[in-house]
């Protein structure tokens, strides 16, 4: 079968799953499920070499959409995945998102958000310049309402799952996504050149109200946290902090380098280290993330079925050799889509994850043992 993406569907990477009630949910049969995958987990964290990892995401695109907010939805259509999960072979255990949605720390500086019926979450407004934005009112983001939502639905979570389950923080965009979302674009690039200053502050700004709500998150998520987050393979032994970063494709290297990365390492160093995540083609700046100061995966997506301007493989098992950074791949597509970009992916040092979508356990159980023959050190 062709690799290409297939525009009928809403969400390429969703599954079709069943919601559960808490009272319907066998928590210690998923207890025990998670616990016998974390020693693996473990082990491939810690090691220098490398090494390969499946995780079978389960992503549930109702959660991501009108179903977002309301907390009771939102938990019974997660552990309906969480069961499915388990029917499928992997190494890593999936886990409880709090919260799926970019505006969380807009909220900060005074945006609310616009649902529309059916739709996921849009940010409302944009300051004309990044001047406007550094000069505004900022208030702590655990003080506007999607923010004390958010701890809310943590409570939530955390009380009809009896703190038995794995949970991440909330869906974190990166300091550079955060403004890219509320400055109006045909202002915010050229300001990279014509207030600079404001564009690192304004950075590092928001770098600092990403480290306090997310410290408060993990308080409260406690033992149950899965790291580094939305979006990425985690849990309980994995470590860093996971970001979107999307809008990177946007600047040049220099630029990202030097005025970008630092609010992200900043951000990322608070959480043992930063984990970067870019949608689209970001294989040309594979060499400027790789650099990134304590940068511990980096998320990508590998085939067109599951992102129409995908990475190409090329070069990549270079690039992340040796290096002990893990590589997040997605690829959505056949057995045979899937280990053949496996394999140009893969070579002795890389540090692998890959992440696949199988429709079946029985295709998913053939994959998973293909990946592993292939993926020998």
């Known amino acids: 079968m062709k690799d290409t993406f297939d525009y009928s569907k809403a969400d390429s990477q969703a599954t079709a ?20 995958l974390l ?3 473990e082990s491939f964290w810690q090691s220098n070499k490398g090494g ?18 309301d907390m009771e939805k939102s938990l019974n259509w997660q552990l309906g995945a ?36 059916g739709q996921a979450p849009a ?28 701890l809310d639905m943590i409570h939530y979570f955390l009380d009809q799952t009896r703190g038995l389950l794995p949970m991440s923080y909330c869906d974190i965009q990166s300091p550079l996504n955060v403004a890219s979302n509320i ?25 600092g109200l990403m480290i306090d709500y997310t410290k408060i998150q993990q308080q409260l998520i ?7 987050g939305h979006g990425f393979a985690s849990c309980r032994k994995f470590d860093g902090f996971g970001m979107s970063d999307d809008s990177m494709i946007m600047l040049p290297g220099d630029l990202y380098n030097d005025m970008v990365v630092p609010s992200f390492v900043k951000a990322g160093s608070s959480f043992g280290g930063g984990v970067f995540h870019s949608c689209g083609n970001w294989s040309g700046k594979k060499e400027d993330v790789i650099k990134i100061e304590g940068l511990k995966m980096a998320d990508g997506a590998f085939s067109k079925g599951t992102d129409p301007d995908a990475n190409p493989t090329e070069g990549f098992a270079d690039t992340f050799t040796n290096t002990g950074v893990v590589l997040n791949a997605r690829i959505v597509g056949t057995p045979d889509i899937i280990a053949g970009k496996v394999k140009e992916l893969w070579k002795p040092g890389v540090k692998l994850i890959v992440v696949t979508y199988c429709d079946t356990p029985q295709e998913q159980e053939d994959v ?10």
């Open 82 to 117: 969480l069961e499915k999960s388990m029917l499928f072979k992997a190494d890593i255990p999936n886990f409880l998102e709090p919260w799926y949605g970019i505006g969380t720390i807009a909220s900060a500086f005074g945006f609310d958000y616009i649902w529309e019926p």
């Open 222 to 228: 406690g033992s149950c946290l899965a790291k580094p």
């Open 17 to 36: 799953v069943t919601p559960l009630t808490p009272g319907k949910f066998d928590f210690d049969k998923y207890a025990a499920y998670e616990q016998q």
């Open 368 to 377: 998973y043992h293909k990946i592993h023959e292939i993926c020998q050190e």
């Open 123 to 150: 940010v409302d407004g944009k300051f004309g310049s990044i001047q406007q934005l550094v000069e505004n009112e900022i208030t702590p983001v655990k003080d506007t309402p999607i923010g004390r939502h958010t």
């Open 52 to 69: 390969v990892l499946v995780y079978r995401r389960m992503r549930v695109k109702d959660v991501f959409a009108q179903d977002a907010c």
């Open 39 to 41: 020693a693996g987990c």
């Open 183 to 207: 400055v109006d674009s045909n202002q915010f690039y050229v300001d990279f050149y014509l207030d600079p200053d404001n564009m690192l502050k304004a950075l590092d700004r928001i770098a």
